[in-house]
């Protein structure tokens, strides 16, 4: 076998830099794997021999290298030495190279490595996905889908553009199923979006300004996206307690700011992601009563408000608004099929107006058949009694990842007891260095979502999903997790 070039090393580390020294060398290992100048086969220098190329003690190589080995870079063999044998993981990490250093005057801002490498891995079907956002796909109401589709083969005879505000008989039947959720509105008042995340991003470029402040819970979806971002809005961190998004702590933030400033609220008050928690009657009353007080404009995200299988579901922020203050988003993606890309807005009928035009601009409006299959859908009760399914079967999956959790983790974490939803929001009580537990689970099949992709600081905290694996699959990526912390 022919012996591989040596590797050139012309690079020390920064000895005044705040980055960590064995920080420094694996960044700069992982950037010569990825860049091709260190090819997969080639044998790394001794320990010693690196030591000294690097000029520091052969306990920080001993660390660097483990740390390589965690991601799957290199790997050690008894006589043989340490040789590279994979660049992919590579791509995950912080100093990999990224095309939005090389197009940065795009419009949409890159996800971090982390969500990126969720958004890949998501399709390997070898992972778990331990927690995804998403149904089960074994839970898919099939026999209902099919009667559906039937009916639309039957009923339909053409496809063309559908209005940008959507079908009229999907926007009554919507405005109809806000009345379960207290939210009295007239069909003119819903404008249908493909996709709960597009209505964020309408709202986004037609009616907030570039430079506003977007409040948020701490943590908070929308963490985890670059939607107001991208448009030219900051972020701004609420704290919250055991009942949701604190109110006090917002009026705190609020006080002295100028009421046209532009800035607005979003919030998850029903099955909050990534937390799981849902907002009490007392503190949506409190809530909306501060954000009257500041003339702070409020974006309600109710996708998850249909799956409540403890209690009685709560009422909607918009039901309280008499001032036209609250925009509410529905969706038909985490209940019933992501693949749909049907998601509405609730909102003034001037606002209605706006976002068609800005629809119209975008796609020429939601899709006409997704949009007859979910109207269908409502009107003829196979959405309620779908949901009385699926919550009880999101109930018996909840309290069987709890059971799991409690065996694996008491002592080691803390959690709060979601009444819906998907999700448990998982806290260590000792640190973890989550970049590298997410990379490891990774490398043993089970997809992790770190909590700080939500989180405005680092929360040493797991969005955990029982919606997507069974209780024994949970239990199994849970019995992993376990281990490797």
Same mark, same amino acid.
């Given at each position: 076998m022919p012996r591989s070039a040596p590797l050139d090393i012309d690079w020390t580390p920064d000895r005044t830099s705040a980055t960590p020294i064995t920080e420094q060398i694996v960044d700069y290992m992982c950037g010569r794997i990825a860049s091709g100048s260190w090819p997969i086969g080639a044998r790394l220098p001794s320990q010693r021999a690196l030591a000294e190329s690097f000029g520091v003690n052969r306990s920080t190589i001993i660390a660097a290298v483990q740390e390589l080995a965690d991601y799957g870079i290199v790997e050690g063999r008894h006589g043989a030495g340490t040789r590279i044998v994979s660049n992919t993981w590579s791509l995950m990490l912080p100093g990999a190279p990224d095309w939005a250093d090389y197009v940065s005057s795009g419009f949409f801002k890159a996800n971090n490595a982390t969500i990126q490498a969720i958004n890949r891995l998501e399709f390997d079907r070898s992972q778990t996905r331990l927690g995804t956002g998403e149904i089960d796909p074994r839970l898919f109401p099939r026999d209902m889908w099919r009667r559906v589709a039937g009916e639309a083969a039957a009923e339909i005879d053409a496809l063309g553009y559908p209005p940008p505000e959507g079908l009229d008989v999907l926007r009554e039947a919507i405005a109809a199923h806000m009345r379960d959720w207290g939210v009295d509105c007239r069909p003119g008042q819903v404008l249908v979006s493909s996709g709960?995340?597009?209505?964020?991003?309408?709202?986004?470029?037609?009616?907030?300004?570039?430079?506003?402040?977007?409040?948020?819970?701490?943590?908070?979806?929308?963490?985890?996206?670059?939607?107001?971002?991208?448009?030219?809005?900051?972020?701004?961190? %609420?704290?919250?307690? !055991?009942?949701?998004?604190? /109110?006090? #702590?917002? *009026?705190?933030?609020?006080?002295?700011?100028? $009421?046209?400033?532009?800035?607005?609220?979003?919030?998850?008050?029903?099955?909050?992601?990534?937390?799981?928690?849902?907002?009490?009657?007392?503190?949506?009353?409190?809530?909306?009563?501060?954000?009257?007080?500041?003339?702070?404009?409020?974006?309600?995200?109710?996708?998850?408000?249909?799956?409540?299988?403890?209690?009685?579901?709560?009422?909607?922020?918009?039901?309280?608004?008499?001032?036209?203050? %609250?925009?509410?988003? !529905?969706?038909?993606?985490? /209940?019933? #099929?992501? *693949?749909?890309?049907?998601?509405?807005?609730? $909102?003034?009928?001037?606002?209605?107006?706006?976002l068609a035009d800005v629809k119209m601009q975008m796609d020429y409006g939601a899709s006409t058949l997704s949009q007859w299959v979910f109207a269908r859908f409502l009107t003829s009760g196979l959405y309620a009694e779908y949901l009385e399914r699926l919550r009880a079967e999101l109930r018996r999956r909840r309290d069987a990842a709890l059971e799991t959790l409690e065996r694996l983790f008491a002592g080691r974490a803390h959690w709060k007891v979601p009444r819906g939803g998907f999700y448990i929001w998982l806290t260590f009580d000792e640190p973890v260095r989550m970049g590298r537990l997410f990379r490891r689970a990774a490398g043993r099949g089970v997809l992790l979502n770190p909590g700080d992709i939500y989180d405005f600081e680092g929360d040493n905290a797991l969005r955990l999903s029982y919606s997507y694996t069974t209780p024994e699959e949970f239990a199994e990526a849970a019995r992993v997790l376990a281990e490797l912390v």
């Amino acid at each position: 076998m022919p012996r591989s070039a040596p590797l050139d090393i012309d690079w020390t580390p920064d000895r005044t830099s705040a980055t960590p020294i064995t920080e420094q060398i694996v960044d700069y290992m992982c950037g010569r794997i990825a860049s091709g100048s260190w090819p997969i086969g080639a044998r790394l220098p001794s320990q010693r021999a690196l030591a000294e190329s690097f000029g520091v003690n052969r306990s920080t190589i001993i660390a660097a290298v483990q740390e390589l080995a965690d991601y799957g870079i290199v790997e050690g063999r008894h006589g043989a030495g340490t040789r590279i044998v994979s660049n992919t993981w590579s791509l995950m990490l912080p100093g990999a190279p990224d095309w939005a250093d090389y197009v940065s005057s795009g419009f949409f801002k890159a996800n971090n490595a982390t969500i990126q490498a969720i958004n890949r891995l998501e399709f390997d079907r070898s992972q778990t996905r331990l927690g995804t956002g998403e149904i089960d796909p074994r839970l898919f109401p099939r026999d209902m889908w099919r009667r559906v589709a039937g009916e639309a083969a039957a009923e339909i005879d053409a496809l063309g553009y559908p209005p940008p505000e959507g079908l009229d008989v999907l926007r009554e039947a919507i405005a109809a199923h806000m009345r379960d959720w207290g939210v009295d509105c007239r069909p003119g008042q819903v404008l249908v979006s493909s996709g709960a995340l597009q209505g964020l991003q309408m709202i986004s470029v037609s009616l907030l300004s570039a430079g506003a402040t977007v409040y948020a819970e701490a943590p908070s979806y929308i963490k985890s996206l670059q939607v107001f971002q991208s448009a030219g809005m900051t972020l701004a961190g %609420v704290p919250m307690d !055991g009942q949701g998004l604190d /109110a006090g #702590a917002l *009026g705190g933030l609020l006080d002295g700011r100028s $009421a046209r400033d532009g800035s607005v609220l979003y919030t998850i008050p029903t099955n909050h992601n990534p937390t799981g928690l849902t907002m009490p009657e007392s503190r949506r009353r409190t809530l909306i009563e501060a954000c009257v007080a500041h003339r702070l404009p409020i974006i309600e995200d109710c996708a998850y408000q249909d799956l409540v299988f403890e209690g009685a579901t709560p009422r909607a922020l918009k039901s309280y608004d008499d001032t036209g203050m %609250v925009i509410t988003l !529905g969706s038909a993606s985490k /209940a019933l #099929a992501p *693949g749909l890309r049907i998601g509405w807005i609730v $909102a003034d009928e001037r606002i209605v107006h706006r976002l068609a035009d800005v629809k119209m601009q975008m796609d020429y409006g939601a899709s006409t058949l997704s949009q007859w299959v979910f109207a269908r859908f409502l009107t003829s009760g196979l959405y309620a009694e779908y949901l009385e399914r699926l919550r009880a079967e999101l109930r018996r999956r909840r309290d069987a990842a709890l059971e799991t959790l409690e065996r694996l983790f008491a002592g080691r974490a803390h959690w709060k007891v979601p009444r819906g939803g998907f999700y448990i929001w998982l806290t260590f009580d000792e640190p973890v260095r989550m970049g590298r537990l997410f990379r490891r689970a990774a490398g043993r099949g089970v997809l992790l979502n770190p909590g700080d992709i939500y989180d405005f600081e680092g929360d040493n905290a797991l969005r955990l999903s029982y919606s997507y694996t069974t209780p024994e699959e949970f239990a199994e990526a849970a019995r992993v997790l376990a281990e490797l912390v």
